[in-house]
Nanobody, 122 residues
Framework: VQLQASGGGLVQTGGSLRLSCAASLRSFSTYSMGWFRQFQGQEREFVAALSWSGSNSYYSDSVKGRFTISRDAAKKMVYLQMNSLTPDDTAVYYC????????????????WGQGTLVTVSS
């Protein structure tokens, strides 16, 4: 299983970025997918998750209304559209996959991609 995240970079406050995650999962459509982030010196925290069907999405309170998670089953891709970014969103973002559901507890997640750094300047 391989999850390849991309799309991070430097953006100004109020700007937008779209993160992408390419998943080499045989049965991609049966996995729940999600995004976590990790601030420097802190543990990984939940950002967003999407059910295997794509019909249910969940967000942390800190990003609700600004971030949108989506998936393209045909391309085996997951996206995180991030709008109205602030310096508080500066972190390394990780793509995650799970055979059941994406727990808000990062230690319970099945698979991880490498991180992609998002830096929001003030």
């Amino acid at each position: 299983v391989q999850l390849q995240a991309s799309g991070g970079g430097l953006v100004q406050t109020g700007g937008s970025l779209r993160l992408s995650c390419a998943a080499s999962l045989r049965s991609f459509s049966t996995y729940s997918m999600g995004w976590f982030r990790q601030f420097q010196g802190q543990e990984r925290e939940f950002v967003a998750a999407l059910s295997w069907s794509g019909s249910n999405s969940y967000y942390s309170d800190s990003v609700k209304g600004r971030f949108t998670i989506s998936r393209d089953a045909a391309k085996k891709m997951v996206y995180l559209q991030m709008n109205s970014l602030t310096p508080d969103d500066t972190a390394v973002y990780y793509c995650a996959a799970d055979k059941t559901f994406i727990s808000r507890d990062y230690e319970r997640v099945d698979y991880w991609g490498q991180g992609t750094l998002v830096t929001v300047s003030s």
